[in-house]
């Protein structure tokens, strides 16, 4: 039996980059990224106990609280050393009060990686946490000097998040756990106000935002509109792979936004 979903590798396993980047990549093939518990008002803890519980057992998704947590301790557990990092997505344009709204991981191996499966749009395998520009798969990423000392990852020119900072051995668990009650109950969240799904595919990604689904590869760009609960419930279960009794509220949810807005 694979010792994560995906991987095709079992016990006894060498600790490498080369198995680093094959459960990375399994993770990231196997999981979805989703936000639905802040969207929906639904309860919501980020401890890897608990994503394991909903991720795993109840074929849900996470977001990056749940996706890098849940990975870090299988990792973990499998005699990797990870650190969890605080980070900040868009800290670059919000400054200090973003720190704490993102969780990533270092891995130290011969040297040290930065592993990010919670940024669902971005980098499919570690990369050498280091300076310098990063392709794969044809996407453009980079990891450059940020001010404070901080180190900022680049995403893609289509991606959703940006950017993230990050320190190399900046950890601050009270700060995520702040944020992450702020995220998920705050109205200025950009969670409570908007459906977010990604997952990866073979050569790039799928992402849900609102009613708008995009199939996204280093050279091509499609959307596709949602139209009905059971277009909506029909997606999560065929494209991401998610198990979402809840659709039909869900989509009322999405449809009262949209309402809002128009008024």
């Known amino acids: 039996?694979?010792?994560w979903p995906g991987s095709g590798l079992e016990q006894p396993l060498r600790v490498s980059i080369d198995t680093l980047s094959q459960l990375h990549r399994a993770h990231l093939m196997t999981f979805t990224f989703e936000a639905l518990d802040a969207f929906m008002g639904w309860p919501s803890a980020i401890t890897p106990a608990a994503a394991f519980a909903k991720m795993v057992e109840g074929r849900r998704g996470g977001w990056c609280y749940e996706m890098n947590g849940l990975f870090g301790a299988a990792l973990a557990a499998l005699g990797f050393r990870v650190t969890r990092?605080?980070?900040g997505v868009q800290r670059e344009k919000l400054?200090?009060?973003?720190?704490?709204?993102?969780?990533?991981?270092?891995?130290?191996?011969?040297?040290?990686?930065?592993?990010?499966?919670?940024?669902?749009?971005?980098?499919?395998?570690?990369?050498?946490?280091a300076v310098g520009p990063i392709s794969q798969r044809g996407?453009?990423?980079?990891?450059?000097?940020?001010d404070g000392g901080w180190l900022r990852f680049n995403n893609h020119m289509h991606g959703i998040a940006k950017s993230f900072d990050f320190k190399p051995d900046h950890s601050d668990e009270a700060a995520m756990v702040a944020t992450h009650g702020w995220l998920m109950q705050?109205?200025?969240?950009?969670?409570?106000?908007?459906?977010?799904?990604?997952?990866?595919?073979?050569?790039?990604?799928?992402?849900?935002?609102?009613?708008?689904?995009?199939?996204?590869?280093?050279?091509?760009?499609?959307?596709?509109?949602?139209?009905?609960?059971?277009?909506?419930?029909?997606?999560?279960e065929t494209v991401f792979d998610l198990d979402i009794p809840?659709?039909?509220?869900?989509w009322k949810r999405l449809q009262s936004l949209t309402r809002d807005k128009a008024a």
């Not at 973003?98 to 749009?121: K, P, W």
């Not at 908007?194 to 935002?209: E, F, K, M, N």
């Not at 809840?246 to 869900?250: G, P």
């Open 1 to 3: 039996m694979p010792i």
């Open 85 to 87: 990092l605080c980070g």
């Open 95 to 129: 400054g200090d009060i973003a720190i704490g709204n993102h969780l990533t991981l270092r891995v130290d191996l011969d040297r040290s990686y930065l592993a990010e499966v919670g940024v669902a749009d971005a980098i499919i395998e570690p990369v050498p946490l």
């Open 139 to 146: 996407f453009d990423f980079s990891i450059m000097p940020a």
């Open 186 to 236: 705050d109205p200025a969240s950009p969670f409570t106000n908007a459906l977010a799904v990604l997952r990866h595919t073979a050569d790039g990604y799928v992402a849900l935002q609102n009613d708008c689904l995009r199939r996204v590869t280093a050279n091509s760009l499609s959307e596709q509109r949602i139209t009905s609960a059971d277009h909506l419930a029909d997606t999560f």
């Open 246 to 250: 809840q659709a039909a509220k869900v």
